[in-house]
């Protein structure tokens, strides 16, 4: 299968600060990627869609000037998140699209203390 | 958004039996409907999917059967095996938005599946 790459893995930071992420499909090019959150024992849950070229698509309740989203490339796209609070921290997984399947980036998880 | 359910949200078997997962959707305009298996900690892998083309697909243990009329959808694993242990979710391209913005997977609740010795 298509192999997508995310980093970093691990992320521990002050309240207050920004945390950039970085989702890239590897051995193909992918004009749309997600972005996922999930909390301990939960599902996942779609923020945003990745456009490339374009701006992302946020699903409701999500704050697009929180959770910036870039996709610049065919192979990258950045999620930051502006300002964390430790309610931001989760296990954040960005996703990209060959061929109608889902492939999953290997996820971030965020402590923010 | 569009909902998928998935039930049960815990299933316990003993190693040899089956275990069914169950989910349902509701946006009539799904046409593809995967399954992944997450161990803890670790990115959700694809098991099997199934496209609404077809009613039933087999992969070894794994079967996956969609009734597209009724809106459901369910995983079996047969002969299952303590590796087989693990959090699955079922999951369906929904669209998003009014605007033809595309379609992402909206995923069930998970189940977490223990399959004892």
């Known amino acids: 299968g298509a192999v997508v790459s995310q980093h970093p893995s691990r992320v521990i930071c002050k309240s207050g600060t920004s945390v950039k992420i970085e989702c890239r499909s590897l051995d193909f090019q992918a004009t749309t990627m997600f972005w996922y959150r999930q909390f301990p024992k939960q599902s996942l849950m779609l923020m945003a869609t990745s456009n490339e070229g374009s701006k992302a698509t946020y699903e409701q309740g999500v704050e697009k000037d929180k959770f910036l989203i870039n996709h610049a490339s065919l192979t990258l796209s950045t999620l930051t998140v502006t300002s964390a609070h430790p309610e931001d921290s989760s296990f954040y997984i960005c996703?990209?699209?060959?061929?109608?399947?889902?492939?999953f980036g290997p996820g971030t998880r965020l402590l923010v203390l | 958004g569009e909902n998928v359910e998935q039930h049960p949200s815990t299933l316990s078997v003993q190693e040899g039996d089956s275990a069914v997962i169950k989910c349902t959707y509701s946006?009539?305009?799904?046409?593809?409907f995967p399954w992944y298996k997450q161990e803890l900690g670790k990115r959700p892998q694809l098991i099997i999917d199934?496209?609404?083309?077809?009613g039933e697909k087999k992969d070894q243990r794994i079967a996956v059967t969609l009734n597209k009329t009724a809106k459901h959808f369910s995983l079996h694993i047969t002969e299952t095996q303590p590796e087989d242990s693990a959090v699955y979710f079922c999951?369906?391209?929904?669209?998003?938005?009014?605007?033809?913005?595309?379609?992402?997977?909206?995923f069930g609740k998970g189940t977490s599946l223990l399959v004892t010795p």
């Open positions: 199934i496209r609404s083309n077809v």
């Open positions: 999951a369906a391209d929904t669209r998003r938005g009014r605007m033809n913005s595309g379609y992402a997977l909206n």
């Open positions: 996703s990209a699209r060959a061929h109608e399947t889902q492939y």
């Open positions: 946006d009539s305009a799904s046409n593809y």
